[in-house]
Nanobody, 123 residues
Framework: QLQLMESGGGLVQPGGSLRLSCTSS????????IGWFRQVPGKEREGVAC????????NYADSVKGRFTISRDNAQNAVYLQMNDLKPEDTAVYYC????????????????WGKGTLVTVSS
């Protein structure tokens, strides 16, 4: 059973950085595509980044390209989201999710979700 947990959220000033972590207390993440998603109240959950299960290929939403980097460390059984040059519009609850597939299909197709971590970007 895959149980995901996010950490690393918090309050940061515009232009600052945070690194989110997604870890599993159950099965290894090696064979799962892992995505980071975010949601603000009143809006749909949106995909931020995805990392493939084997190749390490990555994909990003246009709004975060060049600022966010997703990576995985199979030895630590973790996936990270490095967020730089944060903007107030990045404020959201960030979730990691896993799909038993090569790549992320989208929020409705992800198999397991963490409970989320809040990121607030404000001066």
């Amino acid at each position: 059973q895959l149980q995901l947990m996010e950490s690393g959220g918090g309050l940061v000033q515009p232009g600052g950085s945070l690194r989110l972590s997604c870890t599993s207390s159950g099965d290894t993440l090696d064979y799962w595509a892992i995505g980071w998603f975010r949601q603000v109240p009143g809006k749909e959950r949106e995909g931020v980044a995805c990392i493939a299960s084997s190749s390490g290929n990555t994909n990003y939403a246009d709004s975060v390209k060049g600022r966010f980097t997703i990576s995985r460390d199979n030895a630590q059984n973790a996936v990270y989201l490095q967020m730089n040059d944060l903007k107030p519009e990045d404020t959201a609850v960030y979730y990691c999710a896993a799909e038993y597939s090569y790549y992320c299909s989208g929020p409705s197709r992800m198999d397991h979700w963490g409970k989320g971590t809040l990121v607030t970007v404000s001066s």
